[in-house]
């Protein structure tokens, strides 16, 4: 069983394209993430929603709107799309916190991005 | 704000022998402290992790340790073989925040 599923793997799509990313996790985690990975492999915190409720928010285009239905999914929308949109995007979770820290967080395989 | 900084941002080394990357934070109040290893085509998976309450800790041929002073924190991994070859992350993360700060990862080479 896949703890942390995301689809689609791949995604192929126009400038100027509407299109969504949906991901669930089974492990019954409270708190879930968008990451993105550029070219450079550089992982950057897009999104994260706790119970339902987004808490991070970081400095994103309102292109960009997650949407947490419940807190085993957490999908991403994305108007509009641009050239520099293409990326892979990582969605994650985790158990939330503990005294001495975060607790650890599962990724999910990624979504392949390409914006032609 | 916040950042990790890892190094070095390419390692080959000759199977059978050891590679260390590290990392240097800048939060004083980070805690928490994973490494990630990342294949290709395939999400990052969480392959040992130490909290601020521990120096060392160590799962088989791989081992972290940590300088809360320095701020600076460091995977050793022994005995290297060619599976080993990834990408590899450090992270850091506080208390209450969610927040994990990627260090810029470390693409690992094995030559058999």
């Known amino acids: 069983d896949t703890a942390v599923s995301q689809t689609p793997k791949y995604l192929v799509t126009q400038m100027g394209n509407d299109k969504s990313i949906k991901c669930e996790q089974n492990l019954g985690h409270d708190t879930m993430y968008w990451y993105k990975q550029d070219s450079k492999k550089f992982l950057k915190i897009m999104f994260s929603y706790n119970n339902k409720e987004l808490i991070i928010n970081e400095t994103v285009p309102n292109r960009f709107s997650p949407k947490s239905p419940d807190k085993a999914h957490l999908n991403l929308h994305i108007n509009s799309l641009e050239l520099g949109d293409s990326a892979v995007y990582f969605c994650a979770s985790s158990l939330g916190t503990s005294p001495f820290g975060a607790n650890v967080l599962t990724f999910g395989a990624g979504s392949r991005l390409t914006v032609l | 704000g916040e950042n990790v900084e890892q190094h070095p941002s390419t390692l080959s080394v000759q199977e059978g022998d050891s590679a260390v990357i590290k990392c240097t934070y800048s939060?004083?109040?980070?805690?928490?402290f994973p490494w990630y290893k990342q294949e290709l085509g395939k999400g990052p998976q969480l392959i040992i992790d130490?909290?601020?309450?521990?120096g060392e800790k160590k799962d088989q041929r791989i081992a972290v340790t940590l300088n809360k002073t320095a701020k600076h924190f460091s995977l050793h991994i022994t005995e290297t073989q060619p599976e080993d070859s990834a990408v590899y992350f450090c992270a850091a993360s506080t208390s209450g925040t969610y927040k994990y700060i990627f260090g810029t990862g470390t693409r690992l080479k094995v030559l058999a």
């Open positions: 939060d004083s109040a980070s805690n928490y």
């Open positions: 130490i909290r601020s309450n521990v």
